[in-house]
DNA sequence: CCTCATATGGGGTCTTCGCCCGATATCGAC
DNA sequence: GTCGATATCGGGCGAAGACCCCATATGAGG
């Protein structure tokens, strides 16, 4: 199989060359340090599959792998992610990767995956994102990312600016409880314990800055 | 040269482990996902060097670096990272690092590195460091803002991974009242009032990642 | 010697969180 | 039009966690 790696870290790159090329059948023909590199090495190399880094300069393998995909659709994409997040998950899927590995299990699972997409098959890094992913086909809704309402941002906002309950309920105009009630929401919505934890997502999503 | 390699993505991992075993005399003889675990394979395998991420959960690479400084002496300390930020180079060195590599260049850099620290040189990642490294050593005003202890900067990164009192205090073997202790003298120096303002000051300054 | 980092307590109050419950209002689907 | 889902709003209660002020003790280092 003719592979392409792409990641803007040479070391990962490195790595996953060496553990592919161990396995006889496995060849990286490409490297890409971006996505845009990623692309013109697709087009013009023609690999059988694409290994594509999410988090990547310029143009991020999520991209990467749509433009991909448009040009060539016999190409496999397997996408590879820092994050435990699942939002990347989505997204890889809707840009057409078949496979989708944590950089943290990419050592045990890469090979399987590689094998396994290449055969055509899809591959997840566990079980529980497949699960996740059947309930998100099913739905067919298209919302991968758990939705706040605007209240519910406005709360969390709030939440991650370091405001009590009690303040939060001041500003907003409402009860304490009523506070409560959103923040509870969420915290179930997103799969959180604490604030702690809400004020990492609110800085994630660009809601407060650090 | 015997080595311990500690990053929290397998994948990393193994490309390191595979680019240095190419090397006739250099022998990865342990491996870490976190710098919890990294302290503890150092103390028990005695490598000659420590090849450390710096983003990693539980413990930061700095401060494992310190944490095994403290202990062995003679263990010279490399310092992986992801960032082209020069804010972790100075807290690697002030860490006892002997060098800088930057993920990015790791696969070019990363041999020649190793070896020139066991030569008992340092290694920076390119000349622009060394210069900001001279004119830094020339300031040597040291602290510009308040100062965390080690110990305080251990449980504020635990608090900011939203880990509970009684959490951090499991982890890091003490008792509960001293990790709010610890806490509170952060909370005091810092002019802060809660566990989120602490959160958003570890992401800014590079303690986790949001 | 005195300071500072570290570690540990006792006492207490306040906030947060979980889980139960209710009421409107809107909106899209049947 | 009716039904169900969802957003918004409100409440009580209890447990757990976080926070505050106090004091103590040891050990390293200037």
């Not at 990467?64 to 448009?70: D, N, T």
């Not at 996408?79 to 939002?87: A, F, N, Q, R, T």
């Amino acid at each position: 199989m003719r592979i392409l790696v792409a990641d803007d870290h040479g070391i990962v790159r490195s790595g996953i060359k060496l553990l592919l090329e161990r396995q006889s059948g496995l060849d990286v023909v490409a490297e890409a340090c971006d996505g845009v590199e990623a692309v013109e090495q697709a087009l013009s190399t023609r690999p059988d599959l694409c290994i594509l880094d999410v988090g990547m300069p310029r143009m991020t393998g999520l991209q990467a792998a749509r433009e991909i995909r448009s040009h060539l659709k016999d190409v496999h994409v397997l996408m590879l992610s820092m994050h435990d997040d699942e939002h990347y998950l989505f997204e890889a899927l809707k840009a057409g990767a078949s496979g989708y590995v944590l950089k943290r299990d990419a050592d045990l699972d890469l090979v399987g995956a590689v094998t396994a997409v290449g055969r055509g098959e899809a591959f997840l890094t566990n079980a529980a994102e497949r699960e996740i992913i059947r309930r998100w086909m099913e739905d067919g809704d298209g919302g991968p990312a758990v939705s706040l309402t605007p209240r519910e941002e406005e709360v969390v906002k709030l939440i991650a600016e370091a405001y009590t309950n009690a303040q939060i309920a001041q500003i907003l105009h409402l009860a304490e409880k009523t506070v409560e009630s959103h923040r509870a929401n969420v915290l179930r919505k997103l799969g959180m314990r604490d604030r702690v934890e809400l004020v990492r997502y609110a800085i994630r999503r660009g809601l407060v800055e650090a």
